[in-house]
Nanobody
Framework: QVQLVESGGGLVQAGGSLRLSCAAS????????MGWFRRAPGKEREFVAG????????YYADSVKGRFTISRDNAKNTVYLQMFSLEPEDTAVYYC????????????????WGQGTQVTVSS
């Protein structure tokens, strides 16, 4: 079992920045690829960013490419999502997830999910 706890969400003005964190506990963190997803009001959950077990490969949704950066610190069992140039359309609950390999995570095939953290971007 892996437990995932997100933090760092909040209210920010358009153009602002936030950094989300996801702390993992349980099984060895470095065995899992990680991803960030989001669900906006009235919309389906969507992939945001993914990172391989070593951190050597990253993937992004087109909508966030160039504005968001995913990273991980395996020594701290934590994955991050740095968000710049936030837009009202980024308003959503953000979830982190863990899976066996990054290709599966990118496609939403994950084993574990966090509870989510709310990000609200005001215009």
């Amino acid at each position: 079992q892996v437990q995932l706890v997100e933090s760092g969400g909040g209210l920010v003005q358009a153009g602002g920045s936030l950094r989300l964190s996801c702390a993992a506990s349980g099984r060895t963190f470095s065995l899992y690829a990680m991803g960030w997803f989001r669900r906006a009001p009235g919309k389906e959950r969507e992939f945001v960013a993914g990172i391989s077990r070593s951190g050597g490969r990253t993937y992004y949704a087109d909508s966030v490419k160039g504005r968001f950066t995913i990273s991980r610190d395996n020594a701290k069992n934590t994955v991050y999502l740095q968000m710049f140039s936030l837009e009202p359309e980024d308003t959503a609950v953000y979830y982190c997830a863990a899976g066996a390999i990054v290709f599966e995570v990118v496609n939403g095939r994950t084993d574990y999910w966090g509870q989510g953290t709310q990000v609200t971007v005001s215009s």
